[in-house]
């Protein structure tokens, strides 16, 4: 299991025209679910996502996670992130599960972010969106389990 994590000011996302859901500031996950990846890769990757410190404190460290400064969660499904570039110049989807299996443990990480007690949104598992965001940072990380 993959997650793109991005620290926001604020992001959306936005599905045929229209507003889906939306955060302020907080962090925008993309979540890519790989073959073989149970619950427990969630639960470990859900944990890591709400106590990363990626926040700055009050001397401008990386010292606080999503969880001390109260913020927003996005969601989004992406199983482009399993996508292998190794070779040739098209990507491979091989690793990535197959779409029941990959939703069912998107909708748990959901399920899990959500007993955080923060505000957590989503995209929609398997349609076209448009995902705007404001990076924060830039803060950017690459967090697999």
């Not at 949104?121 to 448009?130: K, L, P």
């Given at each position: 299991?993959?997650?793109l994590i991005?620290?926001?000011?604020n992001?959306?996302?936005t599905?045929?025209?229209?507003l889906?859901?939306?955060?302020?500031?907080?962090?925008?996950v993309?979540?890519?679910?790989e073959?073989?990846d149970t619950?427990?890769n969630?639960?470990?990757?859900?944990?890591?996502?709400?106590n990363l410190?990626i926040?700055?404190?009050?001397?401008?460290?990386?010292?606080?996670?999503l969880?001390?400064?109260?913020?927003?969660?996005?969601?989004?499904?992406?199983?482009?992130?399993?996508?292998?570039?190794?070779k040739?110049?098209?990507p491979?989807f091989?690793?990535?599960?197959?779409?029941?299996?990959?939703?069912?443990?998107?909708?748990?990480?959901?399920s899990?972010s959500k007993k955080?007690?923060?505000?957590?949104?989503?995209?929609?598992?398997?349609?076209?969106?448009?995902v705007?965001l404001?990076?924060?940072?830039p803060?950017?990380?690459?967090v697999?389990k």
């Open positions: 299991m993959k997650a991005q620290r926001v000011k992001a959306s996302v599905i045929d025209g229209k889906f859901s939306s955060i302020d500031s907080g962090l925008l993309f979540l890519g679910v073959k073989g619950a427990e969630a639960d470990k990757l859900c944990d890591k996502v709400l410190r926040f700055e404190d009050e001397n401008e460290k990386m010292n606080l996670s969880k001390d400064v109260k913020g927003d969660l996005l969601v989004v499904s992406q199983f482009t992130l399993c996508g292998d570039c190794k040739g110049t098209r491979s091989d690793r990535a599960e197959l779409p029941q299996k990959a939703n069912e443990l998107y909708e748990y990480f959901v899990l955080s007690g923060l505000k957590v949104q989503t995209g929609e598992f398997g349609a076209m969106m448009d705007s404001i990076n924060d940072g803060v950017t990380f690459m697999e």
